[in-house]
């Protein structure tokens, strides 16, 4: 199993930035992707950026120019910089990972950061 800690949520104006990250440990296949989803308050969760083990990246139409998904390989851990935020970028903010070894999938999920982007 992979456990997933996410930190850096908060209470952000709108036009500002945050940085979320994601640290990853246990049973981390080299092949794997990891990301962040969101999920607002009645809405479905939704992806948010993608950034596989390679280092390809895909974004929400919503975010791009905007978010930008890194990775430390080294250190196990994602970040998601957030820049121009707002109020409709408001959230929990939760970190996925998906990895591979030949047949064998697995996933898991962070429990979750809030972001909330108000005056």
């Known amino acids: 199993q992979v456990q997933l800690v996410e930190s850096g949520g908060g209470l952000v104006q709108p036009g500002g930035s945050l940085r979320l990250s994601c640290a990853a440990s246990?049973?981390?296949?080299?092949?794997?992707?990891m990301g962040w989803y969101r999920q607002a308050p009645g809405k479905e969760r939704e992806l948010v950026a993608g950034i596989t083990s390679g280092g390809g990246t895909n974004y929400a139409d919503s975010v791009k120019g905007r978010f930008t998904i890194s990775r430390d390989n080294a250190k196990n851990t994602v970040y998601l910089q957030m820049n121009s935020l707002k109020p409709e970028d408001t959230a929990v903010y939760y970190c996925?990972?998906?990895?591979?070894?030949?047949?064998?999938?697995?996933?898991?999920w962070g429990q979750g950061t809030r972001v909330t982007v108000s005056s």
């Open positions: 996925n990972y998906r990895g591979r070894y030949y047949a064998t999938t697995r996933e898991s």
């Open positions: 246990g049973s981390i296949f080299t092949i794997n992707t």
